[in-house]
């Protein structure tokens, strides 16, 4: 408890400087132009940034950058492709939760501005807190089973009332500090005006071909109906794949049923400015 509540001390005392210098690390090249694009790294580039993270952050932390320098989930930098975190060893002391623990967090994301994306500490809502538990006392008859590290979830990112996709941030603490940070949010730049609206993206995408595999591997191609389309559109902003890394579009995002189920296969991006199919990303 002591190492946290030292940690917890630096952070407070760093809060007001640190973020001008954490800035200049930041792997995205933000402007005013819609969409905002994140470029995806040279793996040396990104080797370079993920040590200049982990030195920051004292070597506590076992997760790695993804390949657009941030904090997002990703395999790129994993060793023989495992997890880094999965051989981590677990510390066992017993970690009471304290109040001061989501401060802790809060901040230590801010620290890491330029890598997670939070930038706003008062924007992180938390979603859910969650022990995990194991043995202080691993052997005899006195075998326990107490919190040795604490989850904190994270709302996804939004920007004026408009959810941002995929962008929950999970952090993992133990007695020593924060160990992992999962998740990132993104630069985003509001078009402003609508466009195209949700029923002009569900009549767009009628009558589209879509295509997917079965267990062993058959190809079926299923066109889309009405029927198909499940609820109403719901608008969002998402990363969107292109050749050279990521775009943050305002999209419709509609939700796919496969032929003759309720599965959810698809969803698909289109856009409220250019009335454009974006992408179409199976599930």
């Known amino acids: 408890m002591m190492v946290i509540r030292k940690e917890l001390a630096y952070l407070l005392l760093i809060f007001g400087a640190f973020y001008i210098g ?25 080797r370079v940034l993920n040590d ?25 930098l994993f060793p023989n492709d495992i997890n880094p975190c999965l051989n981590r060893e677990i510390e066992k002391q017993e970690l009471i939760y304290d109040d001061d623990f989501l401060n802790l967090v809060k901040l230590k994301l801010f620290e890491n501005a330029a890598f997670t994306g939070t930038r706003e500490i008062e924007s992180l809502t938390l979603a859910e807190i ?8 691993c052997e005899g008859p006195d075998i326990n089973n107490v919190p040795l590290q ?16 995929g962008t929950e941030v ?33 009549k767009s995408v009628v009558g589209m071909k879509v295509r997917y595999a079965n267990e062993t591997n058959q190809i ?15 608008l969002r902003y998402v990363a969107v794949n292109v050749d050279a890394g990521l775009e943050i579009h305002k999209v419709w995002i509609l939700k796919v049923l496969q032929h ?24």
């Open 22 to 46: 954490c800035e200049s690390l930041s792997p995205v090249d933000v402007n005013d132009d819609y969409p905002v694009f994140i470029k995806r790294l040279e793996m040396n580039e990104l």
């Open 52 to 76: 200049v993270y982990h030195q920051m952050n004292k070597g506590l932390i076992c997760s790695t950058l993804n390949e657009y320098g941030l904090t997002g989930f990703s395999r790129v």
């Open 130 to 137: 969650t022990s995990l538990d194991g043995c202080t006392i």
């Open 150 to 165: 604490w989850k904190f979830t994270f709302e996804p990112q939004q920007v004026n009332g408009i959810i941002v996709s």
């Open 170 to 202: 999970v952090v993992y603490l133990d007695s020593n500090g924060i160990n992992r940070i999962w998740g990132n949010w993104y630069p985003v730049v509001d078009p402003g005006f609508i466009e195209f609206g949700s029923s002009e993206a569900k």
């Open 220 to 234: 079926f191609e299923q066109e889309i109906t009405e029927d198909h389309i499940f609820e109403a559109p719901e």
């Open 260 to 283: 003759n189920t309720s599965q959810i296969r698809w969803n698909i991006f289109f856009s409220t400015i250019t009335g454009e199919v974006l992408e179409v990303k199976l599930l």
